[in-house]
Structures are given as C-alpha cells and as structure tokens.
T-cell receptor, first 110, second 111 residues
C-alpha cells in the first residue's frame, strides 16, 4: 500500500493548457503539502492544507489552485501552463512532525 | 530567502569513507531538524531527525550532530556504501509550520 500516491507520474503538455495532479494519502495525517522541485533539486513549498483548510499559500502564481475535497486528498490544478512550470511536483503529508512524500509528478511543458 | 543553508553542493567519497554534510540556520525558533534522502526518480524520504535539546543522534550508520549555540547541524554517514549515493537534504521547522529545506547535497560513494 502506497502511503502517499500521486498521479500521473509523468505529464507532458503544451504551453497554455490546463492540467491537474492528484494526491491521496492513507496515513490518516491531518496536513498535506505541495512542494515544487526545480532542475537544481531545490524543494520549495507551494501550499499546505490542514483538515481541508488552506494554511500556507506561498508566493505562487494564481494560475495554481489547490483543492482538498477531504483530508486524505489534495489536488493541484494549473491553468495556462508556462515553460517555467516544468518541474517535479511533490505531494507530502504529515501528522505534525516529519513529512512523508509521494514519488512525484514530473511536469514538462513544451 | 533560504532559511537553511547547506554545504557542500556535492561530494564524492570512497566506499567506507565518511561523507559529512553541514547545515546552518538563523531562526532560533526552529525546533525540529530532519534529514531527507532522495534517490533519482523518487520522493525525499525521512532519514533521521533531531530536536535542539539533543546534541547528537545516531540511527544505524547515520549520525546527526547538533550545535545549538552555533546554529549548525550536520549529517555523518559512517562506513558509506555505494547504495548511499543519493541527494541529501537538511530541513528545519518551527512547531507545525512548514519545513524549510536546504539546497541539497549530492553524495557519490565510489566502490
């Protein structure tokens, strides 16, 4: 059983398209996150939800919109994709201490 | 701005050597300092973590040393093996707030 699962694993799309990445955790954690890892491997937080409530919203373009239908799911929708959005996006969950990360979604915008 | 500074960016050691990765922070409110290990194509995985009331913590071949007064902490990998080749990230957070990550160190252990 995968603790934090993300789909899809790979996503190749054209500029201007809209796409979504889904994340589900079966750990019973209250808090979920989206992180972006750039080509230099730097991990930067984008959003955090606690029990479906948005608690962290870093300086992210408003083309990115997270949605949490319940505390086990946190999805990321991206509108009008740009070349600079190409990166690996990681979902993570936490009970309050360490994080458990998913295996990532590699987004390539062409 | 980066809240946790990590060095070196990369290092290469021979099998059996001891790679050492250093991190420094400014925010004295940080109270949780984990290290993550990431293999290519995988997500970061929690390796070991320490709280500031402890100066050292060992788990298997991995040791964290923590210097509260200097606001620094480091990861030592004892008797390193080729399977330890990965990118290592230090991180820090305060309470239930977000984890701030260092820039990562790519460790290569040659057989």
């Amino acid at each position: 059983d995968t603790a934090v699962s993300q789909t899809p694993k790979y996503l190749v799309t054209q500029m201007g398209n809209d796409k979504s990445i889904k994340c589900e955790q079966n750990l019973g954690h209250d808090t979920m996150y989206w992180y972006k890892q750039d080509s230099k491997k730097f991990l930067k937080i984008m959003f955090s939800y606690n029990n479906k409530e948005l608690i962290i919203n870093e300086t992210v373009p408003n083309r990115f919109s997270p949605k949490s239908p319940d505390k086990a799911h946190l999805n990321l929708h991206i509108n009008s994709l740009e070349l600079g959005d190409s990166a690996v996006y990681f979902c993570a969950s936490s009970p309050g201490g360490g994080y458990t990360f998913g295996s990532g979604t590699r987004l390539t915008v062409v | 701005q980066q809240q946790v500074k990590q060095s070196p960016q990369s290092l290469i050691v021979q099998k059996g050597g001891i790679p050492i990765i250093n991190c420094a922070y400014e925010n004295t409110a940080f109270d949780y300092f984990p290290w993550y290990q990431q293999f290519p194509g995988k997500g970061p995985a929690l390796l070991i973590a320490i709280r500031p009331d402890v100066s050292e913590k060992k788990e298997g071949r991995f040791t964290i040393s923590f210097n509260k007064s200097a606001k620094q902490f480091s990861l030592h990998i004892m008797d390193s093996q080729p399977g330890d080749s990965a990118t290592y990230f230090c991180a820090a957070k305060k309470g239930d707030y977000k984890l701030s990550f260092g820039a990562g160190t790519t460790v290569t252990v040659r057989a």
